[in-house]
């Protein structure tokens, strides 16, 4: 590789982190009803109820997601929790493990 098509490779891996950066922080400032810096239940409820379709399960949900976000139990959310909770969502795991090229995981 190149140096300059490593440098365009860098520059665009850092255009998809800011457009998922951005797709985050957007995520959290919808669920942030009141702007504190902080979801609360009830924020994550409403959020929940204005995405979904009528579905009677949808507090329930929301109880078990604010559950699975509020890591220090102190019954609001903030940003960091909230990306905590997303990366365990998605799968995604920290890349140090260099030893481990090309192989698939088993669910």
Do not use: P, Y
Not at 11 to 39: M, P, S, T, Y
Not at 45 to 52: D, G, H, K, L, P
Not at 66 to 71: A, K, L, S, T
Not at 78 to 97: M, P, R
């Amino acid at each position: 590789m190149t140096l300059l098509s490593s440098m365009l490779s860098h520059r665009w891996e850092c255009q998809i982190l800011r457009l998922h950066l951005r797709c985050l922080v957007d995520a959290f400032v919808f669920l942030d009803k009141n702007k504190d810096g902080h979801v609360n239940k009830n924020e994550l409820v409403e959020a929940i109820n204005e995405t979904s379709t009528g579905e009677r399960s949808s507090g329930r949900i929301a109880m078990k997601r604010f559950e699975e976000m509020d890591w220090d139990k102190n019954g609001m959310v903030n940003f960091k929790e909230f990306l905590f909770a997303i990366t365990q969502w998605v799968g995604i795991e920290d890349d140090d493990s260099d030893g481990d090229e090309g192989g698939e995981e088993e669910e």
